[in-house]
């Protein structure tokens, strides 16, 4: 009875475990609105990038909207090294930054000062 029980919570840890995995790899993007020749997402920055992962089309412009709604100076500027972009965000206020997006990939993006992050993943 007792090797039954350390087997059922041997299984439940497993679980928990693969779980706690496979959730953590499965972040969902957030395609971008595409009109015509470009396409828009609209980007919240507080106490994080959100959506944290957004998904743009290959060869068509995109613009990213950043609303920026977090003061802290952490978010003060964000930067796109793929795209070479560095850019200051002002508060409340929403900021575009525009992108050309030729290669599928991943690319990552981050605060200023690199400690907050977001994706930009193009197909
Ligand atoms: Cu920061």
């Given at each position: ?39 828009t ?13 957004v998904e ?16 802290s ?15 200051h ?7 575009s930054?525009t992108?050309n ?11 200023g000062?690199n ?9």
């Amino acid at each position: 009875m007792n090797k039954l029980l350390v087997l059922v919570i041997a299984l439940v840890v497993v679980g928990v475990i693969i779980w706690w995995f496979f959730g953590k790899r499965k972040v969902v993007a957030t395609a971008a609105v595409k009109d015509g020749d470009r396409q828009t997402i609209e980007i919240t920055v507080d106490g994080g990038y959100k959506p944290a992962v957004v998904e743009l089309e290959r060869g068509v412009k995109a613009e990213l909207v950043f609303v920026r709604k977090d003061g802290s100076a952490c978010f003060d500027e964000v930067v796109l090294p793929d795209f070479g972009v560095r850019t200051h965000l002002p508060v409340n206020q929403p900021h575009s930054v525009t992108i050309n997006p030729t290669k599928a990939g991943e690319y990552k993006y981050a605060c200023g000062m690199n400690m907050f992050f977001g994706k930009v993943v193009v197909k």
